[in-house]
C-alpha cells in the first residue's frame, strides 16, 4: 500500500467507525487534505507513512492543542513537541489529535470539554483515561501508533480497558518539551501500540537525549524489538500487595493464566512484596495536584488561549480561570495550592515527597534482590459504564496499581491477557530504570506464548 | 534630625543581572533594549509544553559573584519555583532558589571614616527576570513587554549589619565595584542591571533584638537609597517615639517629590508557595570546577588597592580613587609603567584625566580610547626628564585629547620644549647677570632670596622655555664663583 493510500485508509476507517463527535469522539482535530500533503512529502524512515494520532496535549504544528479544555478551545502551538517531531522524522504521519481528560486529569476520558470519549469494544464504556481518545483510536484500527501520556496510569489503564499495548517509560528516557505539563515529575511521553511491536517501534523512535529537556537523560534510544524468545534465567515478581483479597476473581484467573504463560517460556515466578504501596494513591494526589496548581498558571488569559473580561486583572483571571477550566481541573488546583501553603507544606507536600522515596526504596530493594521484572493486573476492573462513577475519589483508584510506577520513575507498560465477559483485561509489568529492554523481552514472549488467548 | 540614642539597622536586597549573551533558561537575546516583544520564544513566552533549560554561562557568572564576595559556593543548590499571578510573570510563577540557594555566608569589606567594617552577605542565589509592565504606553491599557523575561539575575542579600544611609551607599559601591571587576554584570542602574530593596528598621542604642522592619522598593540611585533610608528611618524613630507601630509592609521611593510611600498592594501577605521546580534537576558542581573560577577571578578591588599602596607608594585617597574600576585601575597601570613614574602617573589620572572625563561625560574606556595610556605616559615622561614644563606638559595633554601626535611631537611643533642646554643657558644667565648688577653681587653675597626673583628674569628672557631648575642651578653655581 502507498503512503497516502495508508493515510487514506486511516481516515476512512475513522469515519467507519464514527471516530468524531457523533460517535467514539476519540479524534477531536484532524485535517485530511493536510495529512495526505504529509503523507506524499515523507522521504522514508521506519514509520514511512504510518498512520499516527497524537494525545492533545502534545504540540502538534498545523493542528490545535488544546488539552481537551475549554481555555486552550483553537490554541495553536507556533513549536512541535520533541516526540512528534521525532516520529514524523521517521515517516509517520499524525492523522488526528486525540481526546483526552482535561489537561490529563482524569482516569475515563469523561473530563473532556470536547465531551466524553467512548470505548469502541463497548460505546456504552470508557475507554480509560486520562489518553482514552488516543487508545480507542488504535483499538479502533485508525492507527497503529499512538501517543499518549502517562503521570499516573494515563497509558497503562486505557490500553488495558482497550485491550491494545502502552507503554510508560523511564522517567527522562523521552523528551517532554512539547508535552504540555500536569505534574512535571511524573509526567511522560507514553505509546500506544497495536501490538507489543508497534509499541516498541513507537518508543525507540521517540527515545533519546533532547537538549530542550533538562530532565531527559542523555542516554542514546533503546533497541527494544528483540522478537519473542525464551525467557531463561528471568526471574518474574508478583507483588502481593497488587492481588489484594479483594480483587476480581476473574480479572486474578487471567493474571494466573498469564503467569503460567511466563513459566512456560522458562520464567521463574516469585512473590514478592512492596509495603509501601496504599501509599501511592494519597501520595500521588499531593504532588500531582501540587505541581499542577503551578503549571496551570500559565493559562491566566494574558497571553493567548480564553480571555474573559471582567472588571479589572483579578476579575479577568477569576472568570478566565473559573470558565475555563473543568470541575476535576478546579478542584486539583486548589487541592494543590492548598498542600503548598505556608503552615501546611511540611505536612503535605514535604512527607509526600518522603513517602514518594520510601515507594521508589520498595522497587530498589526487589529489583536488587534478583528480579528483573514484576508482574501485577493493570487496573483493578475492566473498562467501566459512562457515567457509573460520580466519586472523584473512586475514579482516583482506578490508578491504584499504575501510579506507583509514575512515582518510581520507572518503566512499565500494560499488554492484553484475555478478556473477562467480553472486555480486555491488561497485565502489567514493570522493570528497574531504563530497564525497557528486558521489560519488552517479557512483553515479547508473554504476547506470543498467550497467542490469540490474550484477545478472549 | 534629634534621634540620639536611636540606631538604624539595614539590609539590602541587590538584584544584579548576570552579563550572559542569552536568558537564564533559553536562547533568547538578554540584550537592553530590543522592540518589545523581540527577544522571546515559546520558553520565555511560558508558551504549553516549553521546558526551561539552564544557561551554564549564568552559572559561572553566579559562582563568580559569589566568590568575589568570599561566599561559600554550594556544591548541591535547587531550583524552585515562587508562584504568584502577575501579567508580566508569563509562567505565573519565576524560577529561582529558595532554601538551598547557590552560596551562602560571604563577606564585603567597607569603609567607615577611615577604619574597615565587615557587612556579612547572608545569600546569593540565582533567578530569573520577569517581564516589565508598560502603564503609561496605552491609554487605558498596561503593555507586556517580555524581553527581559528569564533575564538571569543573581540576588545578594547581605545581613543587617548595616547601620547608616553612609554605609549603605559605601556597601552599595564596593559591592558594585567588586562585579564589575569579577565581570559578572554591568551593574548599571539605568539599564535595570543593578537594582536595590532596602530593609530598614529603627531601634534604641544598645537594644540586641531587631524591631519590625519595612521594605523600600523603586530604588533608582545609591543616593535614592540613602535619602529613602534616612526619610523611612526617621519615619520609625518618630513613629516609636509617640507609642505608634510600625507595620511590616512595602515602601516606594517617589524620586519625583523625594518621599518614601506605603505600596498599594500589601506584598509581604504574598504566599508564594515554594516548591522545588521539578523541570530542572538540582544543580550540581563539581568542587574542582569551583576551584578553577576561584584561580580565574581577577584581583579584586581591596587586594589592587592595598598593591597600589604598597608598590607605589599611593596614598590611601589616591589608591582608593584609582580602583574605583577595573579599567580606571588598568588604565593608571599602564601609564605608570610606560612612563617609569607612578606618582606622576597617579597624579595626572586623578587630576587630569578624571577632570576630563567629568567635563565631557565620558567613562574611562571611552577617554582611553581617545588618549590610550601609553600616550599619556609619553608626556609624564618629558616631564620628568625636564623636556617640558608642567604646564606644557597640561597644554600637550589637551592638544593631544584633540588630536593624534605623540607628545614630543605635539611640544615640538608648539614650541613648547624646554632649552635644556647648557651654553644657552649660561648665555641668558650672563646676560641677567649682567642687566642686574645690584641684585646679582647680593645673590653672590650669599643672599638666596635673590635666586627666585634671579631665576625668574632667566625665565623671562627665554621666552619660558628655559628649564627652572638648571636655571636655578646655573645661578647658584655662578653666585658661588
New interface residues.
Given amino acids: 500500500m502507498s503512503r497516502t493510500a495508508r493515510v487514506e485508509a486511516s481516515f476512512a476507517r475513522a469515519a467507519e467507525v464514527k471516530a468524531g463527535a457523533d460517535g467514539l469522539n476519540c479524534i477531536i482535530s484532524a485535517d485530511r487534505e493536510q495529512s495526505l500533503a504529509d503523507a506524499a512529502a515523507v522521504q522514508g524512515g521506519a514509520l514511512a507513512g504510518v498512520p499516527v494520532v497524537i494525545k492533545d496535549n502534545l504540540a502538534t504544528l498545523t493542528l490545535p492543542t488544546t488539552c481537551g479544555s475549554r481555555v486552550l478551545a483553537g490554541y495553536v502551538s507556533p513549536y512541535e513537541a520533541t516526540a512528534v517531531r521525532r516520529l514524523r522524522a521517521a515517516g509517520a504521519v499524525v492523522v488526528g489529535k486525540s481526546n483526552m481528560d482535561e489537561f490529563a486529569m482524569g482516569s475515563s476520558t469523561e473530563n473532556s470539554a470536547y465531551g466524553p470519549a467512548r470505548n469502541p469494544l463497548d460505546p456504552t464504556r470508557v475507554p480509560g483515561g486520562s489518553s482514552g481518545g488516543s487508545a480507542a483510536a488504535v483499538a479502533a484500527g485508525i492507527a497503529p501508533i499512538a501517543l499518549g501520556s502517562e503521570t499516573g496510569g494515563s497509558v497503562r489503564q486505557p490500553a488495558a480497558f482497550c485491550g491494545i499495548v502502552g507503554v510508560k517509560p523511564t522517567y527522562g528516557r523521552v523528551s517532554r518539551f512539547g508535552l504540555v505539563a500536569y505534574a512535571s515529575s511524573l509526567d511522560c511521553v507514553a505509546p500506544f501500540g497495536r501490538t507489543v511491536d508497534d509499541a516498541a517501534l513507537a518508543l525507540e523512535v521517540i527515545s533519546g537525549h533532547d537538549a530542550n529537556d533538562a530532565t531527559c537523560a542523555v542516554r542514546d534510544a533503546p533497541v527494544l524489538r528483540a522478537g519473542a524468545g525464551r525467557l531463561d534465567g528471568v526471574v518474574i515478581g508478583v507483588p502481593r500487595e497488587y492481588f489484594p483479597p479483594t480483587l476480581d476473581a476473574a480479572i486474578r484467573q487471567r493474571c494466573d493464566a498469564a503467569l503460567d504463560a511466563l513459566r512456560a517460556r522458562g520464567a521463574a515466578v516469585r512473590e514478592v512484596s512492596l509495603p509501601h504501596t496504599d501509599l501511592a494513591i494519597p501520595v500521588y494526589y499531593i504532588i500531582a495536584p501540587a505541581e499542577c496548581s503551578s503549571n496551570l498558571a500559565r493559562f491566566d488569559g494574558v497571553r493567548y488561549g480564553m480571555r474573559v473580561e471582567g472588571d479589572g486583572l483579578q476579575a479577568m483571571y477569576e472568570a478566565t480561570r473559573s470558565q475555563g477550566f473543568g470541575a476535576e481541573v478546579t478542584r486539583r488546583i486548589l487541592l494543590g495550592t492548598y498542600v503548598l501553603s505556608a503552615g501546611y507544606y511540611d505536612a503535605y507536600y514535604g512527607k509526600a515527597q518522603e513517602v514518594r522515596a520510601l515507594i521508589a526504596r520498595d522497587f530498589t530493594r526487589v529489583f536488587a534482590d534478583g528480579v528483573h521484572a514484576l508482574f501485577t493486573p493493570t487496573t483493578p476492573t475492566t473498562a467501566f459504564a459512562l457515567g457509573s462513577i460520580s466519586d472523584p475519589y473512586e475514579m482516583y483508584l482506578s490508578d491504584i496499581f499504575t501510579v506507583t510506577a509514575n512515582l518510581a520513575g520507572i518503566p512499565a507498560m500494560s499488554l492484553p491477557i484475555g478478556r473477562v465477559g467480553g472486555l480486555p483485561v491488561g497485565g502489567q509489568l514493570m522493570a528497574p530504570h531504563f530497564g525497557e529492554a528486558a521489560m519488552f523481552r517479557v512483553a515479547y514472549a508473554l504476547e506470543d506464548e498467550l497467542g490469540a488467548e490474550a484477545h478472549q | 534630625m534629634s534621634h540620639a540614642d536611636w540606631e538604624m539597622v539595614v539590609g539590602l536586597e541587590v538584584h544584579v543581572q548576570l552579563k550572559t549573551r542569552t536568558k537564564a533558561f533559553c536562547g533568547c537575546s538578554a540584550a537592553f533594549g530590543a522592540a518589545p516583544n523581540a527577544n522571546t520564544c ?1 520558553v520565555c ?10 544557561n551554564a554561562h549564568a552559572v559561572e557568572l553566579a559562582i563568580r559573584a559569589a566568590l568575589a564576595t568570599e561566599c561559600t559556593v554550594h556544591e548541591r543548590s535547587v531550583f524552585a ?1 515562587k ?1 504568584y ?1 502577575y ?1 508580566d510573570l ?4 519565576q524560577i529561582s532558589q529558595f532554601d538551598q540557594p547557590i552560596a551562602t555566608q560571604g563577606r564585603i569589606v567597607i569603609d567607615v571614616d577611615g577604619t574597615d567594617k565587615v557587612v556579612g552577605i547572608t545569600r546569593i542565589h540565582m533567578e530569573e527576570d520577569a517581564g516589565k509592565s508598560v502603564h503609561d504606553r496605552f491609554a487605558g491599557f498596561t503593555a ?1 513587554d517580555l524581553n527581559r523575561s528569564g533575564v538571569p539575575l543573581v540576588e545578594i542579600v547581605s545581613e543587617p549589619d548595616i547601620r547608616s544611609p553612609a554605609e549603605a551607599g559605601a556597601y552599595l559601591r564596593k559591592l558594585r565595584s567588586i562585579l564589575l571587576y569579577a565581570g559578572v554584570s554591568d551593574c548599571s542602574m539605568e539599564e535595570g542591571s543593578l537594582r536595590v530593596d532596602a530593609n530598614v528598621s529603627a531601634r534604641r542604642t544598645g537594644e540586641t533584638a531587631l524591631r519590625t522592619r519595612t521594605e523600600i522598593k523603586n530604588l533608582n540611585s545609591f543616593s535614592a537609597v540613602e535619602k529613602a533610608l534616612h526619610l523611612e528611618w526617621d519615619r520609625h524613630v518618630t513613629t516609636w517615639k509617640t507609642n505608634g507601630t510600625i507595620e511590616q509592609q512595602t515602601m516606594l521611593w517617589d524620586q519625583n517629590r523625594g518621599t518614601v510611600r506605603r505600596a498599594r498592594s500589601k506584598e509581604g501577605s504574598h ?1 508564594y ?3 522545588p521546580e ?4 538540582p544543580l550540581v558542581l563539581d568542587r574542582r570546577a569551583i576551584d578553577e573560577a576561584r584561580a580565574s577571578l581577577p584581583e579584586l578591588p581591596d587586594a589592587r588597592r592595598a598593591r597600589f599602596a604598597r608598590d607605589y607608594g599611593l596614598g590611601a585617597y589616591d589608591a582608593d580613587v584609582l580602583t574605583a574600576t577595573r579599567e580606571l585601575a588598568d588604565y593608571f597601570e599602564a601609564a605608570a609603567r610606560d612612563s617609569g613614574d607612578a606618582k606622576h602617573a597617579a597624579n595626572w589620572v586623578t587630576g587630569v584625566v578624571l577632570a576630563t572625563i567629568k567635563e565631557r561625560g565620558l567613562d574611562i574606556a571611552s577617554f582611553a580610547a581617545l588618549l590610550p595610556a601609553s600616550r599619556l605616559a609619553g608626556v609624564i615622561a618629558m616631564m620628568k626628564d625636564g623636556s617640558v614644563s608642567s604646564s606644557a606638559a597640561k597644554t600637550i595633554f589637551a592638544l593631544m585629547l584633540e588630536g593624534p601626535g605623540d607628545a614630543p611631537a605635539q611640544a615640538a611643533r608648539e614650541g613648547l620644549l624646554q632649552v635644556g642646554d647648557d651654553a644657552q643657558l649660561r648665555q641668558w644667565v650672563d646676560e641677567v647677570w649682567a642687566e642686574h648688577p645690584a641684585e646679582a653681587a647680593r645673590l653672590a653675597a650669599g643672599d638666596r632670596k635673590l635666586l627666585g626673583p634671579l631665576t625668574g628674569l632667566v625665565m623671562k628672557k627665554s621666552g619660558g622655555s628655559a628649564d627652572p631648575r638648571k636655571v636655578n642651578q646655573l645661578l647658584a653655581a655662578r653666585a658661588g664663583t
Avoid at chain 2, 513566552?45 to 539552564?54: C, I, N, Q, R, S
Avoid at chain 2, 521539578?278 to 534537576?281: E, W
Wanted: aromatic fraction near 14%; avoid cysteine.
Fill in positions: 515559546p513566552l511560558a508558551l504549553p509544553g516549553a521546558l526551561p533549560v539552564l519555583r508562584n499571578f501579567p508569563p509562567k505565573g510563577y507586556i504566599d508557595r515554594y516548591f521539578p523541570d530542572l534537576p
